[in-house]
């Protein structure tokens, strides 16, 4: 049996008068879908160093203090998210952070 929880979903934004998600408006909707795509895009472009790292095996001029408090910044940002149900912020915040791990774990492994 499969549970949709669209509707529910839907009563409990009308009910705290938030807009809905994705917008019925062309433009707002455009931009929720545009924030979707750049949530999940954007961290993938620290691939290019996370490959220098792991296949390269040079960690030379990466600061592991710098991504460690990268990643430590990212714990607020998924809370939030997490409270205000930010689908986009979420997602974005968790591949950066994955890709701030990878990073750190590189840099211990090859450093």
């Avoid at 994705?22 to 472009?45: Q, S």
């Avoid at 910044?73 to 915040?93: D, F, G, N």
Wanted: one cysteine or more; glycine letters at 6%; aromatic letters at 10%.
């Amino acid at each position: 049996m499969r549970f949709n929880t669209h509707h529910i979903h839907q009563r409990k934004r009308k009910a705290k008068d938030l807009a809905p998600y994705p917008h019925p408006n062309k433009w707002i909707g455009g931009l929720d879908r545009a924030m979707l795509f750049i949530a999940i895009v954007g961290p993938l472009f620290n691939i290019p160093q996370i490959a220098k790292i792991y296949i390269g095996q040079e960690v030379a001029g990466l600061a592991i203090t710098t991504y460690i408090l990268l990643l430590t910044m990212k714990i607020p940002w998924i809370t939030y998210a997490l409270v205000h149900k930010e689908k986009p912020l979420l997602i974005t915040s968790i591949l950066w952070a994955c890709s701030h791990i990878s990073i750190i774990v590189g840099i211990l492994i090859y450093g």
